[in-house]
């Protein structure tokens, strides 16, 4: 795929991989692409990337109406709590993902805030980044999640004090 524009038969191929319940990395495998290959051209391609979407929906809307077929007679109960199985694990794997991410990122950030405690020397201009900084971690962090606010709250999320100020 190399910078060349993806080809209709790609996009057809890559739409019924997809459809028939694939993965997308198993979906650039078979086009013979990397998996950033692939996110890369469904990123540039608004058109592709809802084709892309559509086809995952209808893979697994397929399948679930079987399983839901199978559930109706009592001898397949299995196959009604596979269902649930696998919806639940769905989603607590995004919870718990999305949990690490926010949690990885409020880390940053605290070493962020950090850092500009300790390194900018000039107080209005330490304050001003501070609430820059601040201000763009409400916009990212999940609702709910605070961030220290003064130099004592982030010395209380950290073993080692902060240095000293040195007077202004």
């Not at 809307?61 to 007679?73: G, I, P």
């Not at 390194?119 to 609702?143: C, F, G, I, N, T």
Request: proline share 4%; aromatic share 4%.
């Amino acid at each position: 795929m190399e910078d060349s524009p993806i080809t209709d038969n790609d996009r057809r191929t890559l739409r019924a991989i997809v459809a028939a319940g694939c993965d997308r990395d198993t979906a650039a495998k078979a086009l013979r692409w990397t998996r950033e290959q692939l996110e890369e051209a469904v990123r540039n391609d608004p058109q592709l990337a809802g084709e892309v979407l559509q086809s995952e929906a209808q893979a697994e809307l397929y399948h679930m109406r079987n399983v839901q077929s199978a559930a109706k007679d009592e001898k397949h109960w299995r196959a009604a709590t596979w269902w649930l199985d696998r919806k639940t694990k769905k989603e607590d794997g995004r919870v718990s993902l999305l949990r690490k991410f926010a949690s990885l990122l409020e880390q940053f950030i605290e070493r962020l805030i950090r850092i500009v405690q300790v390194e900018v020397k000039q107080e209005q201009d330490r304050l001003r980044l501070l609430d820059r900084v601040r201000e763009l971690s409400r916009e990212v962090l999940p609702a709910g999640d605070s961030l220290p606010q003064g130099k004592e709250d982030v010395e209380e999320h950290h073993s080692e004090p902060l240095a000293e100020e040195p007077p202004s």
